[in-house]
């Protein structure tokens, strides 16, 4: 018989964080600082109209490219938000959740043999969706002494006359970094001079706090250059309304809707209506949660410094990404450890790419009190390690 599974498909390796966490799932009365999901509910105002939508019977097919009333509200909060100017018309495109977006640009965009750049650690999906659209992936280790920025001695370095996409992913999963508008104006430079295109996945844009959030599409001469991808999963709280959108010029926003139609035929109707109210509304709920957010990540950077833990000050999303590499253990036996020895679950470094290595990713997006015990147990740890490491010299 015939192997029945495409090659590409075979070769690619399931999802560190997942693996990760079918180990942590079979211990019993594990704390958990590993998922990258907010703790909050999704509005009221928004459930509300969900709900509403459905009691209406509104559960027809939208238009593929998503509902016009949805993809109006969002270009208007680009503009009111990030200084973005999209058409609804021809350059939005409703999908489902900011993941499918990122395959919808890859796949419109690359040619096989094309590369795509992209500065690690990253998100986990954007290595595989690039070998899925038939690209040659090339990562840029950041460096923890440039706060994970990337800059444009890294990006210069790692062109080709064959790349042809940089991914950009800022505030970032999982380091926390931000890039200031100086940090993007550079790299728009690079862009521009190598002639590049820009995949910029902004789903925490809302989750900033060191001053307001820049997008590189918003920079002169990079709209036409740039596929801008953002969502309602991260600052809206709406992870399971799987709902997410793009803007990109009319050239490359035709084929993705193209792409769209074919596989996915339009966003979840419910979502979408849920999706206007949330961009209307809601302003005084996301700076709510961004500012509960902020109050943990000060208070967690306290306690890593009380535990002399090392760890850049992250201003974005709510990650903290602090280093081990004292301990000589590698990121997933550190993990692993903990999760055994102290029944505390955080993701290894090494799950978002081999420069994560030597680090370990921790949400915040869980109370105070919930970080209080979680830290407790860590701390113990680390002492327990440390005296370890102490009796061996």
């Known amino acids: 018989m015939r192997n029945p599974i495409n090659a590409k498909v075979r070769e690619i390796k399931p999802s560190g964080i997942r693996r990760f966490f079918d180990i942590a799932n079979e211990i019993p009365g594990v704390i958990s600082l590993g998922v990258g999901e907010p703790d909050f509910d999704t509005p009221w105002i928004v459930r509300d109209e969900g709900m509403y939508t459905l009691q209406k019977g509104r559960t027809f097919y939208t238009a593929n490219a998503g509902l016009a009333e949805l993809r109006e509200e969002i270009c208007r909060y680009l503009e009111r938000r990030y200084d973005l100017h999209y058409s609804p018309e021809d350059e939005t495109v409703v999908t489902v959740g900011g993941s499918e977006a990122i395959d919808l640009a890859l796949r419109a965009m690359l040619d096989p043999g094309d590369e795509v ?5 990253c998100y986990v999906s954007y290595l595989p969706c690039i070998v899925l659209a038939d690209g040659v992936p090339v990562a840029i280790p950041l460096q923890e002494k440039n706060q994970f920025r990337l800059t444009k001695e890294e990006l210069e370095a790692a062109i080709t006359p064959k790349t042809k996409v940089l991914i950009l992913s800022y505030p970032n999963n999982p380091t926390g970094a931000v890039m200031t508008k100086e940090d993007l104006e550079a ?7 190598n002639d590049l295109f820009v995949i910029t996945d902004e789903i925490y ?4 706090y060191n001053g307001h959030h820049v997008s590189i599409a918003a920079l002169p001469g990079m709209k036409e250059r740039t596929v801008y991808i953002n969502g309602f999963s991260k600052g809206y709280a709406m992870t399971g309304w799987r709902l997410g959108y793009a803007t990109a010029p009319p050239i490359i926003m035709e084929q993705m809707i193209k792409i769209h139609q074919f596989a996915i035929m339009a966003a979840p109707t419910t979502s979408q209506y849920a999706g206007i109210v949330a961009l209307r509304n809601c302003d005084d709920n996301v700076a709510e949660m961004r500012e509960s957010y902020n109050q943990r990540r000060r208070y967690l950077m306290k306690i890593l410094k009380d535990l002399e833990l090392p760890c850049f000050v992250p201003y974005g999303a709510f990650y903290i990404f602090p280093n081990i590499t004292e301990f000589g253990l ?11 020895e102290e029944k505390v679950a955080v993701v290894p470094g ?6 994560g290595e030597g680090f370990i990713r921790i949400s915040y997006a869980y109370s105070i009190e919930e970080l209080k015990e979680a ?3 860590i701390k113990s740890f680390i002492e327990r390690l440390r005296a370890e490491k102490k009796s061996n010299q």
């Open 330 to 340: 590698t990121s997933e036996e550190f993990a692993t450890r903990l999760v055994q």
């Open 205 to 208: 844009s809302e989750l900033s």
């Open 350 to 355: 090494s799950a978002f790419g081999e420069s």
């Open 375 to 377: 830290f407790e147990h």
């Open 187 to 193: 790299i728009a430079e690079v862009v521009i001079a």
């Open 117 to 121: 750049v992209y500065a690690e650690p």
